[in-house]
């Protein structure tokens, strides 16, 4: 069963100033999200679910309000700080992949893992567990610039679990993918390497909600 607050967001406002004229997304935010849970939040284009994780993940900050992550308040935490402990608590699936085409697939899943300063065996294992759980070891070998769409997200998927981290944000890991991809997908996240561990997943299809323990859907603001 999940266990006490892992994220925790007070009375946060967001605004962006939109064309001179300001743009509300949220006025009065309240959320908690418990350690080991798989929350899904669900709803149309432009109704935030991006924001929402970028205001967790502290890429963004809100007009008002705390936001807590593991009990820090990322919303006020310098960018010096915040990167260190994103690294160190955060894995994060963007809705572009962020991946480096020249690059293979072990070779971008291993990034994070020189970046943190561990050892070439340690790397090596890490690296083929994660390709292992999400489906892709025999493109191991293979240039990012080969590979699908598809191939792409779940390639991005192992690279943000290959540091074990405890919270893991995915923003619409489900997009542009076939279902027998979306069905992979689904599995691998409730999957061994996900175990223990707090998802925090936006969509706006409904396969990804009926796997998730909790459902929050979000409106789009008409102001």
Not at 45 to 52: E, P
Not at 96 to 101: A, D, E, F, R, S
Not at 138 to 163: F, H, P, Q, W
Request: charged fraction near 30%; proline fraction near 4%.
């Amino acid at each position: 069963m999940p266990g006490e607050p892992v994220v925790k967001l007070e009375h946060v406002k967001k605004v962006y100033d939109g064309q001179g004229k300001p743009s509300s997304v949220f006025e009065d935010l309240n959320l908690e999200v418990r350690r080991g849970e798989f929350l899904a939040i669900f709803g149309p284009t432009g109704c935030g679910k991006t924001t929402l994780l970028n205001l967790i993940a502290g890429f963004d900050r809100p007009q008002k309000g705390r936001i807590y992550v593991k009990g820090v308040e990322v919303s006020s935490l310098p960018e010096s700080k915040l990167a260190v402990f994103r690294r160190r608590n955060l894995g994060m699936v963007f809705q572009t992949n962020n991946l480096i085409p020249h690059m293979t697939v072990f070779e971008n899943v291993e990034l994070p893992l020189v970046f943190s300063g561990l050892g070439r065996a340690e790397r090596k294992r890490r690296v083929e567990e994660a390709l292992k759980a999400f489906w892709i070891s025999n493109y191991a070998d293979r240039k990012i610039s080969t590979l699908s769409v598809g191939e792409c997200r779940m390639v991005s998927l192992a690279r943000a679990m290959v540091t074990d981290p405890e919270i893991v944000l995915l923003d619409e890991p489900t997009d542009f993918l076939d279902a027998l991809t979306v069905d992979l997908l689904l599995s691998s996240l409730k999957g061994k390497l996900m175990k223990g561990k707090t998802l925090i997943a936006t969509t706006h299809r409904g396969r990804l909600t009926r796997v998730a323990e909790r459902v929050i859907r979000l409106k789009k603001r008409l102001s």
